[in-house]
């Protein structure tokens, strides 16, 4: 029998798809003041992400943090189906009953870091879904991390995030916003802020403008097998370890100074360069080269 507050099949469907303990939080709760609860209320803006989107009918979304359904029931109106992961019970709860008839909704009640979303698509019938969320701004970072790992099972996201975020996520080499996040993104997606949302979209007004960005998943290194993405990430991270110090110096832990510079000269790089200089692809042509185990081909012929 069904009970009150679940909708159809939806929790039994999609409740194994919770790693660890389904809703226990993996920060406590004294950690996540509100929940970064910032509801958008302004319907032009939510036809305007709606809009942008460009939803396919046969579409999985799974939606990050519903909150008040501000977008849950829209997008249900044009795609397949949407898993909806919300961590806050009363929310939850009001709306399990509030889409319980509509089979194309399923409320599962949980810690988004705590899913696993390639389980969720299988458990869907499909091999990819279209990521949506309004995120909360306090845990933007490990959810992104988190949607990277996941993004095997991901064929395109639109996530609205701070603005001052959106612009790391975005940047171009050579521009004070680029660094680890931004190589971290554009490894494996192309992401493009669509629309600006000021703070007055949303109740309570957050104190930031906010924006909403599309990735299209881009694949950069396809004969990278997961190792070589993680070691290089590992690079990166060194690389950007102290944004003001040159690569040599950042480097100077892992590498001999001789070679770090040796690698850039043979670039005809100047030896002084910060990693903040180098796009994805140059970064990756260094990581080759000072890395020799690495299966990479050399994209730039370093
Ligand atoms: N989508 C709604 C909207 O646009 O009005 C709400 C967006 S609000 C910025 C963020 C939502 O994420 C809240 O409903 C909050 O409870 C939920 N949330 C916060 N942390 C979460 C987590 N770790 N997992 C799932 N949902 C979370």
Same mark, same amino acid.
């Given at each position: 029998?069904?009970?009150?507050?679940?909708?159809?099949?939806?929790?039994?469907?999609?409740?194994?798809?919770?790693?660890?303990?389904?809703?226990?939080?993996?920060?406590? @709760?004294?950690?996540?003041?509100?929940?970064?609860?910032?509801?958008?209320?302004?319907?032009?803006?939510?036809? &305007?992400? =709606?809009?942008?989107?460009? !939803?396919?009918?046969?579409? !999985?979304?799974?939606?990050?943090?519903?909150?008040?359904?501000?977008?849950?029931?829209?997008?249900?109106?044009?795609?397949?189906?949407?898993?909806?992961?919300?961590?806050?019970?009363?929310?939850?709860?009001? !709306?399990?009953?509030?889409?319980?008839?509509?089979?194309?909704?399923?409320? =599962?009640?949980?810690?988004? *870091?705590?899913?696993?979303?390639?389980?969720?698509?299988?458990?869907?019938?499909?091999?990819?879904?279209?990521?949506?969320?309004?995120?909360?701004?306090?845990?933007?970072?490990?959810?992104?991390?988190?949607?990277?790992?996941?993004?095997?099972?991901?064929?395109?996201?639109?996530?609205?995030? +701070?603005?001052?975020?959106?612009?790391?996520?975005?940047?171009?080499?050579?521009?004070?916003?680029?660094?680890?996040?931004?190589?971290?993104?554009?490894?494996?997606?192309?992401?493009?802020?669509?629309?600006?949302?000021?703070?007055?979209?949303?109740?309570?007004?957050?104190?930031?403008?906010?924006?909403?960005?599309?990735?299209?998943?881009?694949?950069?290194?396809?004969?990278?097998?997961?190792?070589?993405?993680?070691?290089?990430?590992?690079?990166?991270? &060194?690389?950007?370890? +102290?944004? &003001?110090?040159? *690569?040599?110096?950042?480097?100077?832990?892992?590498?001999?100074?001789?070679?770090?510079?040796?690698?850039?000269?043979?670039?005809?790089?100047?030896?002084?360069?910060?990693?903040?200089?180098? @796009?994805?692809?140059?970064?990756?042509?260094?990581?080759?080269? =000072? @890395?020799? @185990?690495?299966? *990479?081909?050399?994209? =730039?012929?370093?």
């Amino acid at each position: 029998m069904m009970r009150r507050g679940q909708s159809g099949d939806a929790r039994q469907s999609t409740t194994g798809a919770v790693k660890a303990q389904g809703c226990q939080p993996s920060m406590p @709760s004294t950690k996540r003041p509100k929940l970064g609860q910032h509801f958008l209320q302004d319907p032009r803006y939510r036809k &305007r992400i =709606l809009d942008e989107l460009r !939803l396919r009918a046969d579409d !999985l979304v799974i939606e990050i943090g519903p909150g008040r359904g501000a977008m849950t029931g829209r997008l249900a109106e044009v795609v397949r189906k949407v898993v909806a992961i919300e961590i806050d019970s009363s929310l939850a709860r009001r !709306l399990q009953e509030e889409f319980a008839k509509e089979s194309r909704v399923a409320i =599962l009640h949980a810690d988004v *870091l705590s899913v696993d979303f390639a389980e969720l698509c299988r458990q869907q019938g499909v091999s990819q879904c279209l990521v949506f969320g309004n995120l909360p701004y306090y845990i933007t970072s490990p959810i992104l991390y988190h949607l990277f790992a996941c993004r095997n099972c991901i064929r395109a996201m639109g996530l609205l995030v +701070q603005h001052e975020v959106a612009e790391r996520l975005a940047a171009e080499p050579g521009t004070r916003d680029y660094g680890y996040l931004t190589v971290c993104t554009q490894l494996h997606f192309q992401p493009r802020i669509v629309l600006t949302v000021p703070p007055g979209a949303f109740s309570p007004p957050p104190k930031v403008h906010s924006a909403l960005v599309v990735f299209q998943v881009r694949t950069r290194f396809p004969n990278w097998a997961r190792e070589e993405y993680e070691e290089f990430l590992e690079f990166v991270k &060194r690389c950007f370890a +102290q944004k &003001r110090k040159t *690569l040599v110096n950042n480097l100077a832990g892992s590498f001999s100074r001789d070679r770090v510079a040796r690698v850039l000269a043979e670039a005809g790089k100047p030896t002084n360069l910060r990693a903040e200089q180098l @796009s994805v692809e140059e970064l990756a042509a260094v990581f080759e080269r =000072l @890395s020799p @185990s690495s299966m *990479l081909n050399d994209p =730039l012929g370093l």
